[in-house]
């Protein structure tokens, strides 16, 4: 279907975005999944590209378009080539540089969105602790005000781009109590003592990314490094949160489309008893209902984006389009593997790789089921 949510200008970008992938990503992506990383250099062509800055003014380095479809149009990019890809730039630009936009000062904005902009600076977002991710109210990281001081003691994990981040935000409790109203958010520059990186994960999918343990052993910040107000970290949280799903459902859909895709082009060629295997009337129907479901998702994904576009996307909206997303993007990619028979399961393929680095979709930033716990509780149940 001709999509309808695109202006000339976001395809234009589109295409700024290809010459990106093709030139700076595609050449380097066996390394960065051998090394478990994205090379810093890649981060500079992207800075230097302009793609790192859509969320941040011309004063602090970026390209302030102030659009959230041309963000939609980076994640689809970036996910259409490796899901790796839109989950360590997005957190970067789409869900870091928001934060410091939204509730910097202008000395920190000015400390650290230029360098974020260029690729100087990788950020990650520090919210999970071994202890849980879904009840995030009841985070145990603690900063304590010493003199004009902060004093960071605690750990987090899975954190995205916490192998090579320079800056962190990390979420701690400030307040005595336990719950949301005690949390706060601290830019930590993770050059100080006390921070200390753990080792990189051993993930089953998304091998490009350097997703990683991070600890606080008395880490001293100066109270210019706190983020927003005291006290307000779980709100400032739960307010931007909406964005990063709907980063991921944009996300979920582009790949599985580019899979999808490619997996027709196999069925065509491929051939069994005399004849393709997609022209069976069992492959024939199948696809025909995977193209449908990815259509029908698409428009939905493509309704949030227009309403968070004008700053209208609900959190539970967001919610939906995250957890559906994942759930179609599984079904589908199990699909294409199995369409693809052994050499669907050999990680030369590109299904087979996709297929593991999807499953996290079902599992992170915010799980499937806290996905329909929000919708539920709207719901008034
Ligand atoms: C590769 C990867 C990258 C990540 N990147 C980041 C990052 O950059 N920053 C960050 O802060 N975090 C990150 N995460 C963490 C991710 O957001 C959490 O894993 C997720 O929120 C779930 O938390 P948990 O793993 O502690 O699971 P748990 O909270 O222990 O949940 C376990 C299971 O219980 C279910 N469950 C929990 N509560 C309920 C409930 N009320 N009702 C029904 N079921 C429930 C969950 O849905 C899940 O199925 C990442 C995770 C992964 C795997």
Not at 22 to 36: F, G, I, M, S, V
Not at 68 to 76: C, D, G, P
């Amino acid at each position: 279907m001709q999509r309808t949510l695109f202006d000339p200008d976001h395809e234009a970008f589109r295409e700024t975005m290809r010459f990106f992938v093709d030139r700076t990503l595609r050449p380097n992506a066996e390394r960065h999944a051998a090394e478990h990383r994205i090379d810093r250099d890649c981060w500079r062509e992207a800075g230097r590209a302009g793609l790192l800055g859509l969320e941040v003014s011309e004063t602090y380095g970026g390209t302030g378009a102030q659009d959230y479809r041309f963000n939609a149009v980076f994640n689809e990019e970036l996910a259409r080539f490796g899901a790796a890809y839109a989950s360590c730039f997005g957190i970067h630009a789409d869900v870091v540089a928001p934060y410091l936009v939204d509730l910097g000062t202008a000395e920190q904005r000015t400390q650290w969105l230029p360098r974020m902009c260029t690729g100087e600076v990788v950020t990650a977002i520090a919210m999970t602790e071994p202890s849980g991710g879904s009840d995030l109210a009841n985070l145990r990281t603690r900063a304590t005000a010493d003199g004009a001081d902060w004093v960071i003691d605690g750990a987090k994990t899975f954190i995205t781009n916490g192998g090579s981040a320079d800056l962190v935000v990390v979420a701690a409790r400030t307040g005595p109590g336990p719950g949301a109203r005690g949390v706060s958010l601290f830019l930590v520059d993770t050059t100080r003592p006390g921070f200390h990186r753990g080792r990189i994960l051993d993930k089953v999918g998304q091998p490009e990314s350097d997703t990683a343990e991070l600890f606080f052993d008395g880490l001293r910040v100066p109270a210019d490094a706190l983020l927003g107000e005291v006290g307000q970290g779980f709100i400032s949280l739960m307010q931007r949160l909406p964005q990063e799903r709907i980063g991921v459902a944009i996300g979920n859909i582009a790949n599985t489309d580019q899979i999808l895709t490619e997996t027709l082009d196999y069925v065509k060629g491929r051939q069994a008893f005399g004849q393709p295997i997609g022209s069976f009337q069992h492959n024939k129907f199948l696809l025909a209902e995977l193209f449908t479901k990815v259509q029908v998702t698409q428009s939905f994904v493509d309704t949030c984006v227009d309403a968070h576009t004008r700053h209208a996307l609900t959190a539970e909206e967001a919610a939906m389009a995250k957890w559906w997303s994942a759930e179609i993007q599984s079904d589908v990619l199990d699909h294409c593997v199995q369409l693809h028979g052994g050499y669907g399961y050999m990680n030369e393929y590109r299904v087979a790789r996709a297929w593991k680095d999807a499953r996290v979709n079902k599992i992170w930033a915010g799980s499937n089921e806290i996905m329909k716990e929000l919708i539920g509780r709207k719901l008034g149940l």
